[in-house]
């Protein structure tokens, strides 16, 4: 514990509650990992404030005592991004789940960052929706979805967290409090916080737009040999102009994993599934749906299903949704991918991965967000096995460097955090890495906001450089400095 | 002071280098593009030398499988857009293209001005504004560093966001060399509902209305002129007129009247960008809830001022006279912010474009600037606060 925490613990008591600051192993053991079990860390306290001003204190406490502190939502993410430090403290935002305006005649819904991102769109059900949606939508929170700029199935259409959020109240780390406004003049300083892991202060009101909800839904789910003819298909509804809400393809692996946990029929002969779902007005979707079949079928399709039911409809995402979950009927653990290709490089990328995988004695399962052309390659290993653990790892790193040497990015939703830090300089040069540092250093000078996440090697912020310039105002004798 | 004295670089290690050159003289930079919104911003002195973004023109890449592009930052967006509409696709950014020094028929904006001012037109009801279009960013630091953030995907979550923080910057955190952006399929085809009103109050609710119906509007446009006012509901696609009809109908239901089906509407939508910019009087942007247009339209009739805007994103402009601007701001609702866009040389005294800007986000974009560029060399005093 480093010096000084006895006092910082004691004014987080009383800033929080006695029983809203976890100082032992036990207690703490929940909070040392998030989604990414793998990664592990206990702080030396997790407090659960309850108010935004709570958070406010709680932060202001850890700058006087120079303290860095972890910000943590539902603890789902994929990356390690709310990965507790050392000699830090988390905190919890979990009771922060309160709906604070529904605001429905301005397409806005407020909210703290502790509600999860299925709760917004039912505060807002039926007639609108929130359309980024995660996989873990039932449990994520808001808050941990700014930090990340989450996607999810439906962004080919819809775009991503950051292309909603139109308002913050933002906790930098000094203790100080900002409200970021999209409308506002000045910088895009609600851009640049969405999506950067924590590293910039937490959020602790949410402003969102939301949309209407789409009067018609159609989902379609076509089997092909192979990935190359589902890739071939993808790109034929794309270049037809038909923008789906969601395109999604599993390989031959995933199918037979995740049909193992729900049954829905899916075709286990199949080389690659893709689900393609139309939303929005009835008229469009009905011209969609039939143009969309016969492009399946041209691009060889085995069978083309059309879901008559809402039941039908669930099952067919149950399945894709299943396919993470599922591998443990397969393989005993997996590492999870997140890399993003230009699209119509996916047929390459596909078999540079198979290679790889024959060239590592591993197993690959692809599930993707095929219209973005964003994959999440799961590497299948055993534990039990020695050096298969490091093997699969290496591999994965493997197909992230493929996917940058196509254009592409070494993650799409799932974020930096600690795990994909080492894959930074694979996409971005130092000077790169300088100018990220730049922004960072102008939000938190002093490093205490979610440091050693997104950097690949931890950076400190210097003074500010630079001679003195006066300004043309000075110049002028209009204004003085003082 | 000082006498601009224009460069044009033609690589972006020249553009790098000469910034880097100004900051070591210790002189300023006025970053130009095609001079289209010159008179945008603070006007507060004459830099020292002009850098015109002109001579990077190009359009790098095309990808037009991945719906994407790569453009350097003095090209002509209009040049841009005739090369993504042969593949049929477009960039989904419409603002008025203004003149080019007066000429109405030259090339008009640059592809990195528009970004840089955060320009846009009708199509932000769809698509969103410049920064939700721009998914990776070239830039040039005043220390002559070149940098890249982003990529040049649709989907992509590495690394800082720095292409939304030099979106509507004004070129004061530095220079955009070049942008990656998101294409769109071209619309080929579009036709309109159109109702009109006399009172706001009818106008707004309409508003209201086609905002939450479930019709999927390229655009939702306002107009107000004379104590009188439209409501505009673009239809696309092939089933666009049967939309349209249904859009119409939502119209009649709140009480608008002259409800008609306008197709071809190319006309009605070049008004209403050409309602963004004025050359002889002042135009002001006023952001504000959509729900408040009554109160905005309040403010502009006792003003004299036309507006245009967007229905769904509390978006207007304001046409008026330059010494309107401090009243227009007095009637508006609380919470609205208005920046003056265009406005005659020397027109308007007393009022900051930006308007009253304060408080700890101010501080913070001026620790960005002291980052980004801490001796002042690109465009300063033009922005935000004299940043």
């Known amino acids: 514990m480093p010096s000084g925490s006895p006092a910082l613990i004691s004014r987080l008591q009383q800033i929080c509650g006695r029983e809203f600051v976890l100082t032992h192993q036990h207690e703490l053991a929940t909070y040392r990992s998030d989604g990414l079990l793998h990664y592990r860390q206990v702080p030396v306290a997790a407090v659960l404030p309850a108010t935004a001003e709570q958070v406010r204190q709680a932060v202001a406490a850890c700058y006087e005592a120079e303290v860095p502190w972890v910000a943590r939502g539902s603890g789902t993410g994929l990356s390690g991004g709310a990965l507790p430090v050392a000699e830090g403290v988390l905190i919890v935002l979990s009771r922060l789940r309160r709906i604070l305006a529904v605001e429905l005649e301005d397409s806005r819904v407020v909210v703290e960052p502790g509600v999860t991102n299925l709760a917004v769109s039912r505060a807002v059900a039926p007639t609108h929706f929130y359309p980024p949606d995660p996989s873990s939508q039932i449990v994520c929170s808001i808050g941990g979805n700014i930090a990340e700029n989450s996607g999810g199935a439906h962004c080919f259409k819809y775009g991503f967290t950051t292309n909603y959020v139109v308002g913050l109240e933002v906790v930098l780390s000094d203790g100080s409090m900002v409200t970021l406004d999209r409308d506002s003049p000045g910088y895009d300083l609600l851009g640049a916080f969405v999506g950067s892991e924590g590293t910039l202060g937490v959020a602790t009101k949410i402003s969102l737009r939301v949309i209407p909800a789409p009067e018609s839904i159609r989902t379609m789910l076509a089997f092909f040999a192979d990935t190359g003819a589902a890739g071939d298909a993808v790109t034929a509804i794309v270049d037809a102009g038909i923008v789906p809400g969601a ?11 995740a049909e193992q946990s729900t049954g829905a029929g899916y075709r286990l002969d199949a080389g690659a599934a893709l689900i393609v779902e139309l939303d929005g007005p009835r008229e469009e979707c009905l011209i969609g749906l039939e143009r969309l079949t016969a492009l399946c ?12 039911t809402d039941a039908e409809r669930d099952l067919i995402w149950r399945t894709r949704k299943a396919a993470f979950a599922s591998m443990g009927r397969i393989a005993p653990a997996y590492y999870v991918q997140d890399g993003v290709i230009p699209r119509t490089r996916l047929a390459e990328v596909l078999r540079r991965i198979d290679a790889l995988a024959d060239d590592y004695g591993l197993r690959v399962a692809n599930v993707f967000h095929a219209g973005d052309g964003n994959l999440h390659p799961l590497v299948c290993y055993d534990s039990a096995t020695e050096g298969e653990a490091a093997r699969a790892e290496e591999l994965a790193g493997m197909i992230i460097k493929a996917c940058v040497d196509a254009g592409g990015s070494i993650t799409g939703e799932h974020g930096v955090g600690v795990d994909k830090k080492a894959y930074m300089p694979s996409m971005f040069g130092e000077p790169d890495l300088d100018a990220f540092q730049r922004l960072r250093c102008a939000f938190d000078p002093h490093g205490l906001a979610n440091p050693g996440k997104v950097m690949p090697t931890p950076r400190l912020c210097g003074e500010v450089p630079g001679p003195y310039r006066e300004h043309p105002l000075e110049r002028a004798g209009v204004a003085e400095r003082f | 002071m000082a006498t601009a004295s224009p460069l044009a670089p033609h690589s972006f290690e020249d553009a790098a280098a000469a910034l880097a050159a100004a900051t070591a003289e210790g002189r300023t930079v006025r970053i130009v593009g095609a001079g289209t919104k ?13 850098l015109h973004t002109t001579g990077l023109d190009e359009i790098v890449e095309h990808n037009a499988g991945d719906l994407t592009a790569t453009i350097q930052t003095g090209a002509s967006l209009a040049f841009a857009q005739r090369t993504f509409a042969a593949a049929g696709q477009m960039l989904a950014l419409d603002p008025p293209l203004g003149a080019t020094n007066g000429d109405a028929a030259g090339p008009g904006p640059t592809i990195g001005g528009v970004i840089a001012t955060g320009d846009c037109g009708p199509l932000r009801h769809r698509y969103g504004a410049p920064r939700d279009l721009v998914v990776g960013m070239t830039i040039a630091l005043s220390d002559g560093t070149i940098a890249q953030a982003g990529g040049k995907v649709i989907k992509n979550v590495a690394g800082y966001d720095l292409a939304k923080l030099f979106s509507g910057a004004f070129g004061t955190l530095g220079l955009i060399l070049s942008v990656n952006v998101r294409l769109h399929p071209l619309q080929e085809t579009s036709v309109t509902a159109l109702g009109a009103a006399s009172d706001p109050q009818r106008l707004s609710a309409a508003a209201v209305a086609l905002t939450a119906a479930p019709l999927e509007f390229e655009a939702l446009d306002v107009a107000w002129r004379g104590g009188r006012g439209g409501l505009l509901a673009r239809c696309a696609g092939r089933e666009g007129g049967r939309r349209a009809r249904r859009a119409a109908r939502l119209m009649q239901e709140h009480g608008l009247s002259g409800v008609d089906i306008t197709d071809p509407d190319g006309q009605l939508w070049e008004r209403q960008r050409a309602g963004q910019r004025s050359f002889g009087r002042a135009i002001v942007r006023v952001a504000a809830a959509p729900s408040a247009l009554p109160a905005v339209v309040a403010a502009g009739d006792a003003c004299d001022a036309t507006l245009v805007g967007r229905a769904a994103l509390g978006q207007s402009f304001l046409e008026l006279e330059p010494g309107a601007v401090g009243e227009l701001r007095g009637r508006l609702p609380a919470g609205a912010a ?5 406005s005659p040389p020397g027109a308007i005294t007393g009022e900051d474009p930006w308007g009253l800007v304060e408080g700890p986000a101010l501080e913070l974009m001026r620790r960005l600037k ?3 560029d801490p001796a002042g060399t690109c465009n300063p005093g033009l922005f935000v606060g004299g940043i």
Request: hydrophobic content about 50%; proline content about 2%.
């Open chain 2, 38 to 50: 010159r008179g945008w911003g603070r006007q507060d002195g004459a830099p020292d030398i002009e």
């Open chain 2, 338 to 342: 208005a920046v003056v866009l265009d």
């Open chain 1, 247 to 257: 395109i999604e393809m599993m390989d031959s692996l995933s199918i037979q994993a």
């Open chain 1, 297 to 308: 079928a041209d691009a060889g399709a085995l069978d083309v299903r059309i879901a008559q």
């Open chain 2, 370 to 372: 002291a980052r980004f």
